[in-house]
């Protein structure tokens, strides 16, 4: 089990770094359009403002500068997230190990991955998808953040059943009429919960539609290239090291 940890984490690293590379190159144009749109309605409002207000609003330090956030800190988030990723990759391969039909270990991982994704990531997205700085409002942050914790955990607790659900019903169906019945009943169910969850509408007016959407497909694509990457390396580290009976049979 340590064993399949490590390679796990050491598989979230390595794919971090392809998240990042990603992120910089996609994601970053977006980000830094979306401050742009930010700054200028500051300006607008410092204008608009007492000059006495505009002095405390101007004497505010900011905590963390640009350059910082989209070096050290976004390479260090993504490379943290990676680590603590792949671990979790490990722990639900090495509990699912033999029981995901006929697969290899490297598909077992992807699977697994894929999976991770989409009840970590995909579905809560589909709900509240990221925002760019500038398009939500402050006030309302607590608000949301508790309803997107509640979508994460109604979302990993679907996955979950649909999974139990896919593996009882392959054993009367098959698994491929299974995972299809599986899998629309645990859309179904998470469109329900959707439904049942509040609505955030705070896009500031004039907001670039592009902008938001390069950042959503930006924010996307990095999730799917870090979990993708995790499934991957990990596959292929827990392929090349074998199974424990491979190596009692060599011996």
């Known amino acids: 089990m340590r064993a399949l940890l490590l390679r796990g984490m050491l598989s979230g690293v390595c794919a971090g770094v392809l998240a990042l590379a990603f992120a910089v190159v996609v994601g970053e144009p977006a980000i830094n359009r979306a401050i742009a749109f930010e700054e200028a309605s500051a300006a607008e409002h410092e204008h608009a403002t007492p000059a006495a207000d505009t002095h405390d609003a101007s004497a505010e330090a900011k905590p963390v500068s640009r350059g910082m956030q989209r070096g050290v800190g976004l390479a260090a988030g993504l490379l943290a997230l990676g680590a603590v990723f792949g671990g979790i990759v490990a722990i639900v391969f090495a509990v699912t190990r033999g029981r995901l039909g006929a697969l290899s270990d490297r598909g077992s991982a992807l699977l697994v991955a894929l999976l991770a994704f989409c009840a970590l990531y995909l579905l809560p997205f589909l709900k509240y998808p990221a925002n760019p700085p500038a398009a939500s409002d402050p006030g309302t942050i607590e608000a949301r953040t508790a309803a997107y914790a509640g979508a994460l955990a109604l979302s990993v607790a679907i996955t979950a059943s649909a999974v139990v659900l896919q593996h009882w019903l392959a054993r009367q169906r098959g698994a491929w009429d299974a995972t ?31 902008t938001l959407w390069r950042f959503r497909l930006a924010s996307l694509g990095t999730q799917l290239v870090l979990w993708l990457g995790i499934g991957l390396v990990f596959g292929l580290l827990t392929e090349r090291a074998g199974s424990p009976a491979r190596k009692e049979q060599s011996q």
């Open 180 to 210: 299809l019945l599986a899998t629309v009943a645990g859309v179904i169910a998470f469109a329900l919960v959707a439904l049942a969850l509040p609505m955030y509408s705070e896009l500031p007016e004039g907001f670039p539609g592009e």
